[in-house]
Structure formats: C-alpha cells, structure tokens
C-alpha cells in the first residue's frame, strides 16, 4: 500500500476518500510474468460523484510495486516510467485532451496527455455511479494483445510489444491500481477478485484465488 491507501474488507482497499489532493495506490506483492497469458479480475468503485467527482483510478504494470505518480489530474499514475498504465479518467482535463465523457485509455510510462496514448480515449459512460464494476485485464503474450472489460464487455485493446518496448526485455512485472483527487474529490476502491493464468500450449486453465496465494 502507498500513499492514503487502508484496507476496507477482505481483499479490498480504498485508495482516496472524499478529501481534495488525496492519491494511493496498491500493488500486488507478487509479480507476474508477461511471457504468460492472464487475466487479472477486479473490482473498482470509482466514486458517487458525478459532475463534482475527480479524478479517477488507472491500472498499471510497472517494475516496482509500492509506488504512487502524481495526483490530481496524474491520478496516481503520471510520472510512473517505465509503466503501462490503464486509465479510468472521470475529470475533464482539457489541456490533457480529456473529452466529456468518462473515459478509458492505454498509457505508456506515465505520460497522460492523450496525444501519447498507445490507444484511446475510449468514452464510457458515467462509471461514478457507487456502484462496483468488474475490471478484467487480459493479455495474450501471442499476440501481443491487451485487453480490457468492464462488466464483462470489452471496452479496449491495443496490441503492443510492451516486454521489448516498454520494459527493455524484462518480462516480470508488478501491477496495481492507483488513484487520486485534485480540488475535486471521489471515493476510490478496488477489490482483488482473482486471477487466471492460462497455459497456451495446452488450452488450459489454472486458477487460483489472490488472497490464497
Ligand atoms: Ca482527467
Ligand atoms: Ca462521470
């Protein structure tokens, strides 16, 4: 845990409260290795503003767990490099290039003007809704292909040699969610749900709970 982040239940963690500048994250002890392919199946609350709430949460790969970007309109992850982060944007930032509308998009190391995105904005709607939304990261090592579904549908992907280009060859990785507010503010949770790892070769899958690892 970094940053504001407590522990709320079993397995599940608020990274801000409603207080202004606040930012946390929580990373996965263990590391996981993208040669493999997996999906990683939270849960995510992202508040129960609307129009007053900000920022938002942005999952992220990184080589080191334990640590928070900027907050505010960085939501925790700007400033992280190298990193792969997924962004759930819920305040216009139009310098940024933020549309209206809540927005997903795949970021690399940290730079968060939308110019850079290897894919997005997305647009989503309002997810500020207090209610929690399964959040599944998938990756195929194959073909190279991330993926993202929310409340079971897919709502972005890109394809992208993020071992090579991104982490320099080095295929282990920690991941973990950040967060943060700026002068707006909004509750932010995640719930660690479980995680598939998937042998290709042989179209097989292991499961294994989070918490029982
Ligand atoms: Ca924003
Ligand atoms: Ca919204």
């Known amino acids: 845990m970094s ?25 996965y002890k263990r590391p996981i290795d993208l040669n493999h392919a997996f999906s990683i199946r939270l849960s995510i609350m992202a508040g129960c503003l609307d129009d007053a709430g900000a920022d938002g949460m942005v999952f992220a790969f990184a080589p080191r767990a334990n640590i928070t970007g900027f907050r505010g309109e960085g939501i925790g992850y700007s400033g992280l490099a190298p990193s792969v982060g997924i962004e759930i944007d819920t305040w216009l930032n139009e310098h940024l290039g933020d549309p209206v509308e809540d927005h997903l998009s ?49 709502v972005i992907s890109g394809q992208f040699d993020l071992i090579n280009k991104v982490f320099g060859g080095n295929s282990i990785v920690y991941w973990g969610m950040t967060a943060a507010t700026g002068r707006y503010h909004n509750i932010h949770e995640v719930c660690f749900d479980r995680i598939a790892l998937r042998n290709d070769a042989h179209e097989s899958s292991d499961y294994s709970t989070l918490g029982r690892q």
């Open 106 to 154: 795949i970021m690399l190391n940290g730079r968060i003007g939308h110019w850079n995105d290897l894919v997005g904005p997305v647009k989503i709607s309002n997810i500020e809704d207090c209610e929690r939304h399964g959040f599944f990261v998938n990756w195929n090592p194959a073909a190279q292909r991330l993926s993202v579904e929310i409340d079971g549908v897919e």
């Open 3 to 27: 940053g504001d982040t407590y522990l709320t239940e079993e397995e599940c963690f608020r990274l801000t409260d409603e207080n202004d500048y606040s930012s946390g994250s929580i990373w």
